[in-house]
């Protein structure tokens, strides 16, 4: 299959199936998390616990307080991806247009310079988590296949960006569908992964946020 | 002699529910709950991450509610959960967590880390995998109504002394009182002081109240052992006794899990909102405080700091009580670092205290309370929760330190104005 | 370019079919040696070899005998003859027909029914072996290839006669080289390109729709002064032509690395001349040379008259989206999404049913535990 096909088909096919997977994964997922249910807290609540879901789920974005100095490099290399990620996907402009083609919707991106330095910090950020994971007796103890193969879902999709926005490597039409299709894979696993943390940190923090605001402690 | 893992994994798929399903989901293996957790700090050795404590509470789930993992669980690629693999978390589950919920306080993704904990050692119980300390303090606490097995006659004779000391008579079972008093078996036992503060505070603030015969006891093995069942027994003894009395208000002593298992456990364990109201004695001192019930005369001129209950505050909620009461008494009072919702446990909540166990790990993590407090230069410690006060004693008699620890209510009674 | 250390005289010389000498085709045509040697500079700069190569190239071409040339039109709309022909500077591209002695051309030649054909039959005889086959338009293998006949016989059947004794093939326009329109979705035809064919003779595929009349002519100066193919890319084209995008080298790629793309043909940014990518542009998958070359004697290509670049030159441009959606734009990416929607819910609902049954079980198992339950 030469170039030009392999780009069609996954600009295509390919990309009809994996969104096809990733809205079938998610939605099965979740449903088959939420539908769980919880019971009612009968305790009487110190204040009614109110909004405070909603804080954690913000508030949590935040280091508590003596955390940042025990995990410095988590938190900081952890902001930076993340940060990078939205950036990167969120206001880089062909995905903007990509985005405004399946939501109607366009905001303002960012100079292709500044998406590019983004990327390459993204990346080295990235590798620096790797580093950690292996390193750290904490996070290699506590990794699985899973893991690794989360990161290098995440990796891939934005390494080909990069290198075919800078035209690097491979053929630009090449690395383009290689691009694409990393990206495809990460829809079509991130239900299936750690990733689908994306979705359920919310529930997450709403969950804890709401039963501690029960009892009047923010956390 | 019943227990079996049948049984065990049963209670498990009971207690599963939404936020657990999504706190599994959500875990990136971010290892930040390890620097929240004493025994991970002190001792360096990541099994005592708390998310990895919770793997055979992880599998289950997989294994019974994902589809993919019940497909795994089918097709042989995921074995399930053992009794070898739950007697191996043993430990874990049991000696290395105070259920002091810090973990809960710093997951990034919002995981409520000891909510998991606290079900998982539903699972571990009735399978057959609690610590011998622990089944011998509910065994004690069913059998003979504490868990140090104390009766009421031990607390008649604590009345007594009182009477003697201050001249004040205990109200035992006084049918309509405003407030019905309990006390954990360790003041009992090791803290009467505590007993005589109360009739002291009271006869000044001029509320009526009471012991009663039936319900003295306020701690719950139930709820540390994670048994539920027996929880409920423990804590429908209470309300049989406050209902019986007609009190307003159940006053939990300075203790911390017994707040959480009557607070708020206990509803959820009867099944139904309670006719009375619950308040830690801290809380109760306070509303006097600002209604101006509660005056007192002189300082104490030692620097004292304050030892924040994980249960009492991070699980509980009352904060600036103790401080506003303390600041009553005390010229020179300091906060530890990693003050209020962010305090180190003393390393012997959730039951961990009555395991023999653990007895060297949680000497081991006392060493972040021992920094803690060697940094605030204190010469007192203050605390409201009598098996804290146990746990810090012993470590600093293990450490070779000397400061005293007190109780905030006896602290205050001290300073009471006498003949008001 | 390895054949650059090759004799060039000795290679010529006999490699040939003899109709007369290049020199004495351009002396009849009264074209003076200043205006070969500018075009045979031309020619040099276009094919990136050395400067000094140009008269080099002048040499061997007056020398050169002119080849054999049979032109087979298939499936085609003579858009590649057309673009050839009627060039607007004749000096250059005209140039070909002095190099070659083109002896069979539908569209060209004079002669007609059987004569026309009886003059390939001749040069397929005498220059056996030696003879170029230029082909344009595409093949059609479906239902035996009926679709498309010359003189009673199939272009399949014509193509496979004519290859045998051809000493090289070049394969004209996007449909001899990749199959083109003919071939886009759903293909009634069946139509191929040449080399899925032919795989026995050297093709050179010289793409576009239509190719740039220029490289055709710097093939064939090629090929006589150097009595071989150029290097080609993994897609048989010359890489002196077709080693770079358009993107590459379009006057316009400062905009899009500053991120400034007309959004609409008339908006701000089309006025300022800013950056197609988002209208459609191909330039960023196309290998080719309109950037530099241009059309028209080099009066401008479809970029800078305002329109983004098809991607005609290569492989499938036809079947590659809308000419008008932006290269990172799916074509119908949420073609299955309802219906992953339904699934995924069911999925999702049908699991819950089981779990709250599981859960419900497991409650109504529950014996009430007491202390005499924990010991084992």
Known sequence: MDADLFLTWVRSTGLNIAIGIFVLGTLWRLVEIY??????????????????????????????PGMFKRSATSYVAGYVFHIGLFIIVFLFAQHIKLLQELTGLSWPGLPTQFIDATAVVTLATMLLVLAERINKPVKRFLSTFGDYAGWALTFLPVLT???????????????????????ELLLAFLPFTKLIHVFTLWGSRWYNGNANGHKGVPV | MTASLDKGISVLKEMIDAPIASYFSSCVHCGLCAEACLFYTETGDPKYT????????????????????RIGKMLGLSKPVSDAELEEWKPLVYDSCTMCGRCSLVCPVGNDIVYMVRKLR????ISGHAPEGLIGASTRAVE?????????????AQMRHVKADTGIDIPLDAVGAEYMVLMSSMEIINFPEYLGAIAKIMKQAGKSWTLCSEAFEATNSGIQIGVSDIAKVLVQRIVDGAERLKVKTVISPECGHAYTALRWEGPNLVGQPYPFEVLHILEV???FRTQGLLKTQGFEEARLTFHDPCQLVRRGGVFDQPRNLLKMVAKDFVEMDDTGKMNWCCGGGGGVSAIEEAVPLRLEAFKVKKTQLEKTGAKTLVTACANCRIVIEEGMEHYKMSIPVVGVTETLAKHLVEGE | MNDHDAPIHEKNSHEFPIHETLGDSLAQQGISRRAFLKFCTAMASLMALPPGTATAIAEALVKAKRPSVIWLSFQECTGCTESLTRSYSPTLENMIFNMISLDYHHTLQAA???GAEKSREDAMKNFFGKYLLVVDGSIPMNNGGVYSTIAGRTNLDLLHEVAKGAAAIIAVGTCASFGGIPNAKPNPTGAVAVSDIIKDKPIINISGCPPIPAVITGVLAHYLTFGGLPELDDLGRPKSFYGETIHDRCYRRPFYDQGKFAKTFDDEGARNGWCLFELGCKGPVTHNACATTKWNGGTSFPIESGHGCLGCSEPHFWDAGSFYSALSMPASPLKYVAGAAVAGAAAGVAVSIGNRIKKGTAKSAHQKATIEDLEK
């Open chain 3, 112 to 114: 007609s029914g059987y």
């Open chain 2, 285 to 287: 001192l306070d509303g």
């Open chain 2, 50 to 69: 708390p998310i990895h404590k919770l793997e055979p509470l992880r599998r289950v789930y997989k294994q019974e509610y994902t589809l993919l993992g």
């Open chain 2, 144 to 156: 003979i109504g504490s868990p140090m097995g104390v009766k009421l006659p031990a607390v008649q």
């Open chain 2, 122 to 125: 539903e699972g571990m119980a």
């Open chain 1, 35 to 64: 539908s769980l249910g919880r019971k009612r807290d009968l305790a009487v609540p110190r204040h009614r616990s109110g909004a405070s879901g909603l804080h954690t789920m913000f508030r949590r974005s935040v280091p508590p």
């Open chain 1, 161 to 183: 960006g990069y290198l075919a926005s800078r035209h690097l490597l491979l053929p630009y039409t090449a690395m383009l569908a290689l691009h694409i299709l990393s990206v």
